[in-house]
């Protein structure tokens, strides 16, 4: 039975349920989600990553009265906002790809086995500068090629589309790519790449996966399940509900799989969370099939501004998530301002406009009886959140909530 609600339509708060029939946690993790994601796989990322120069579990926050307002008993946020230094959780993905890459294009150079050391530590400095790597982004995975290019001593350059901010764009050029704007929306963007790297022979490191190119991107996810890992080994009860913004739907991927792997049948609901103006996750599990979100995607949430679906996430995301929420722009800047102005004892934290839209949705289902029954959402609920990305832009973030992060981090807004 096909189950969709939507609450108040053409108001700040509105939101869309739809619960996926196809989902359930007894479902299988199958030997083709595994070939996507696995224990392997993680291990291998997690030992090269927790090897890099600065790499530390980033802070999982506690928010016992945000926890209380929403209905639940405990509430815990995980705070990429200080991953690496580039304010976001794509640091652990797009860096590590452009690692694993390198590794085996400097393999086939030298006719030999390379290892990671020899690609983290640029032994092969000529070898390395002659590869080019590129991607689309919205920003932050653009930042984390960029800077794993930087580290690892190979050429970059990044598409951004029309409505990429400057600060964005700038804050890529720091890591010494260079930057090309292109007209139309993020899927636009990711198309140019893929038809100049083609053209000029250079490698395409993207976080979506599409006909013809799924390995790497398989690595930028596997990078992202160490954020899970980090996250499920702090809590002291594993969660009951997770709410996790989508996107293309890597991110969210990862982190089902690192839950379905670790706890089986007993594996938390996943709650996914589109912004409604680029709501491929929504528009698919209506077609039961990956469906396309045509337009300009111009939502504020700019990081999920996608309107295709990773083909290698839906492949974990169509057997393993339980319900997707469209929820508004509005609702976001709601959510970061609950996190920045905290009540009752809680810490602030600072979110970017892409990292709360998880929040988001729980904060949407506060008070609706009906929705909290069907996802089970009741008093005794533990829910985690991912907050995946800080103040990336600082100008519009101080726009939004009405303060700069700094004052938000020094408690004096």
Same mark, same amino acid.
């Given at each position: ?6 609450r108040?339509p053409?108001t700040?708060?509105a939101?869309?349920l739809?619960?996926?029939?196809a ?28 090897h890099?120069?600065?790499?530390a ?17 405990s ?20 860096a ?15 006719g ?5 050391d ?5 032994a ?7 590869i080019t ?26 598409f951004i ?12 050029e ?8 292109c ?20 490698f395409?490191?993207s976080d979506?996966?599409?006909?013809g ?10 990078g992202?399940?160490?954020m899970?890992a980090?996250?499920f080994?702090a ?9 996790l ?10 982190v089902?799989?690192q ?18 103006l680029?709501?491929c ?5 209506? *077609?039961?099939?990956? %469906? #396309?979100? @045509?337009g300009?995607l111009?939502?504020? &949430? $700019?990081g999920l501004?996608c309107?295709? =679906?990773? *083909?290698?996430?839906? %492949? #974990?995301? @169509?057997?393993h998530?339980d319900?997707? &929420? $469209? ?5 976001? =800047?709601? *959510?970061?301002?609950?996190?920045a102005?905290?009540?009752g004892?809680?810490p602030?934290v ?5 990292a709360?839209?998880g929040l ?23 829910v985690?959140?991912f907050?995946t990305e800080?103040?990336?832009?600082p ?11 700094a ?7």
């Open positions: 039975m096909t189950i969709e609600l939507t108040g053409d700040p708060a939101y869309t739809r619960l996926n029939p989902a359930a946690p007894r479902n299988p993790w199958t030997a083709a989600q595994n070939a996507i994601l696995s224990d392997a796989g993680f291990a291998a990322a997690r030992d090269t990553i927790g890099w120069p600065g790499y579990p980033t802070p999982l926050v506690a928010l016992p009265d945000l926890a209380d307002r929403t209905g639940v008993v509430l815990h946020y995980k705070d990429e906002g200080g991953r690496f230094g580039l304010g976001s959780f794509k640091a652990l993905g797009g590590y790809a452009v690692a694993r890459l390198l590794q085996a294009e400097l393999g086939k150079a030298l030999r086995k390379v290892t990671m020899e690609v983290t530590q640029v092969h400095p000529d070898l390395a500068a002659k790597v590129c991607c689309a982004t919205d920003g932050n995975h653009g930042r984390s090629v960029a800077w794993g290019a930087q580290t690892f001593g190979c050429a970059c350059v990044i589309h029309a409505t990429v901010s400057e600060a964005r764009k700038t804050a890529i720091s890591f010494g790519a260079e930057v090309r704007r007209d139309g929306n993020y899927d636009d963007s990711v198309r140019a790449a893929q038809d100049t790297a083609r053209h000029e022979g250079w395409v490191v979506t996966s599409y006909p190119y799924m390995e790497v991107p398989k690595d930028v996810m596997q992202y399940e160490i899970a980090e996250a080994d809590l002291d009860h594993p969660p009951t509900h997770i709410f913004q989508t996107g293309v739907g890597g991110m969210a991927a990862a089902t799989a839950a379905k792997r670790r706890w089986g049948d007993a594996r938390p609901v996943i709650v996914l969370c589109d912004p409604d680029s709501a996750f929504l528009e698919s599990f209506r *077609a039961g099939k990956p %469906a #396309v979100v @045509e300009d111009d939502t504020l &949430m $700019a501004a309107g295709e =679906v990773s *083909a290698l996430a839906w %492949a #974990v995301l @169509e057997e998530a319900a997707v &929420m $469209a929820v508004t722009d509005a609702a976001a =800047v709601a *959510a970061m301002k609950h996190l102005f905290p009540k004892g809680d602030a600072v979110a970017g406009e892409s709360v839209a988001a949705g729980l904060l949407a289902l506060a008070e609706d009886a009906e929705a909290r029954s069907l996802l089970h959402l009741g008093p005794d609920a533990r985690l959140l907050g800080g103040d990336t832009d100008a519009l973030y101080q726009d939004l909530v009405g303060a700069p992060a004052t938000i981090r020094q408690g004096t807004a």
